[in-house]
């Protein structure tokens, strides 16, 4: 039998989907980050399962003793406490050995905390990044605020409450004018979504708070001119490229209306 990873609620406990209800109550056998946690979400939908803890402390040694169980035909699903394994959570590790034992992995996708902020921010665009929990330390930090200057795209990271105020506080210096969102206890009851820049969030949010964080970024303003988008729109035709795709490339990561472009590259 394969190994499934299944996705589980980040909040709400109806957010889950029949396909993994199935599996967790058809498993031989259930691997839970906090089995009390993953033991609420079972008892919610009905299923009595066998839980077998599976977290960072414990990881490899069991990923050691699943393998061998895994080839033996026993049916094993993999939760964590919420959303996807393996995304900041454990069970990367064992996914790896299975398919290093050549063992089949079936992925049972559902609630992402990382999606879920994005769009409930309204900040997202073409393209992002995922960073994970926020360093820790405020040089780290620092250094990770300067370095977003020069990504132009959203950027999601989770953050802990307690750290949420020093976090933005920190990233104001660096990057006060960045659109962004304070993404709190999504899906549950007292949900809420906080936007502004960077600065203004940083004021709002000057004490810990409450639940789950999602910090979302959005897209910065990238000052171009005509005169630099035209010349990158030469550049391409030189290198070959069709005059009108190399105006619509340039179009899109400017913002430089297209036909602005392929009529001064005429």
């Not at 190994?3 to 056998?29: F, K």
């Not at 009595?48 to 033996?72: G, I």
């Not at 000052?223 to 070959?240: F, H, Q, R, T």
């Amino acid at each position: 039998m394969p190994l499934a990873v299944c996705a589980t609620p980040i909040g709400n406990l109806e957010d889950v989907t029949l396909r993994v209800l199935r599996e967790l109550a058809e498993a031989d056998v259930v691997l839970a980050e906090d089995t009390r946690h993953t033991r609420l979400l079972l008892e919610r939908h009905g299923i009595t399962a066998r839980l077998l803890s599976y977290h960072e402390h414990n990881e490899a040694k069991r990923t050691a003793e699943l393998v061998p169980r895994l080839k033996a035909g026993e049916r094993i699903a993999l939760v964590s406490d919420a959303g996807l394994p393996g995304i900041n959570d454990p069970g990367a590790r064992l996914v790896r050995a299975a398919l290093e034992a050549g063992l089949m992995v079936t992925v049972q996708p559902g609630p992402s905390a990382v999606e879920t902020a994005l769009v409930a921010s309204g900040l997202v665009g073409e393209r992002y990044q995922f960073l994970g929990y926020l360093p820790r330390g405020e040089r780290a930090l620092q250094e990770l605020g300067s370095e977003l200057v020069g990504w132009p795209w959203a950027v999601v990271a989770f953050e802990s409450p307690q750290r949420l105020a020093r976090s933005l506080r920190v990233l104001a210096r660096v990057l006060p004018d960045r659109p962004a969102a304070v993404c709190r206890e999504l899906t549950k009851r007292h949900e809420e979504v906080a936007l502004g820049t960077v600065a203004e969030l940083a004021e709002r949010f000057v004490e810990p708070v409450r639940g789950e964080v999602t910090l979302v970024l959005g897209e910065a303003e990238v000052a171009v001119d005509d005169a630099a988008a035209s010349a990158a729109v030469a550049e391409l035709v030189e290198a070959g490229v069709a005059r009108r795709r190399a105006a619509e490339l340039v179009s899109k990561l400017t913002g430089v209306p297209r036909n602005r472009l392929y009529g001064s590259s005429l």
